[in-house]
């Protein structure tokens, strides 16, 4: 059974850093894509990152030049830095693989102003 398990959100002040984890089981991990997405109430879920089985990045724009995306497969885990954060980065971040299509349970991750 595939899962994906997310760590190291938090509360941080604007400007500052913080380094979200995916870590997956269940899966061939190193042959598979992963994205991270983020949700505040009332919108819809959006990508803000992801990486090929590759290493092939591709980024949001509003997060491009902040956020760096990285995989350790010997780890089975996806990074995702982010840098010079801001308050409208504040939404629970949520790391997906397409196939098969699974979530994790999210993390938050709020940036005051």
């Known amino acids: 059974q595939v899962q994906l398990v997310e760590s190291g959100g938090g509360l941080v002040q604007a400007g500052g850093s913080l380094r979200l984890s995916c870590t997956a089981s269940g899966i061939i991990f190193s042959i598979t894509n992963v994205g991270w997405y983020r949700q505040t109430p009332g919108k819809q879920r959006e990508l803000v990152a992801y990486?090929?089985?590759?290493?092939?990045?591709n980024y949001a724009d509003s997060v491009k030049g902040r956020f760096t995306i990285s995989r350790d497969n010997a780890k089975n885990t996806v990074y995702l830095q982010m840098n010079s954060l801001k308050p409208e980065d504040t939404a629970v971040y949520y790391c997906n693989v397409p196939n098969p299509n699974r979530w994790g349970q999210g993390t938050q991750v709020t940036v005051s102003s």
């Open positions: 990486i090929t089985s590759g290493g092939s990045t």
